[in-house]
């Protein structure tokens, strides 16, 4: 996969998740980021800083990303959250607007 079609997501924590570009469009805040026009350092780099996200957070929304581009024809299932990164993750979800 060429380096145009990932996008590496970094935690504060130090953890990298390079996914498919597709897969990080699913938030709305990182198509923005990725797709706005200008000098933006994330759409020059391909690469988005999280200082407020950590790695086990960042890592449930990359399941998250293409949990969502597998399912989103419609078909019930389930995407399991654990219990002790269910508020942040939340809070992580509004800021991404997923």
């Given amino acids: 996969m060429k ?26 805040t990182l198509r923005n980021m990725l797709t706005s026009p200008g000098s933006f350092a994330e759409t020059q780099r391909g690469e988005v800083r999280f200082p407020e996200i950590s790695g086990a957070v960042l890592e449930k929304i990359c399941q998250y990303f293409y949990w969502s581009l597998h399912y989103s024809s419609g078909k019930e299932t389930d995407f399991h959250i654990d219990p002790e990164i269910t508020l942040d993750l939340m809070m992580a979800a509004n800021f991404l607007d997923t």
């Fill in 3 to 28: 380096k145009e079609e990932t996008v590496k997501l970094m935690s504060w924590d130090g953890f990298e998740f390079v996914v498919e570009r597709r897969a990080a469009m699913v938030s709305n």
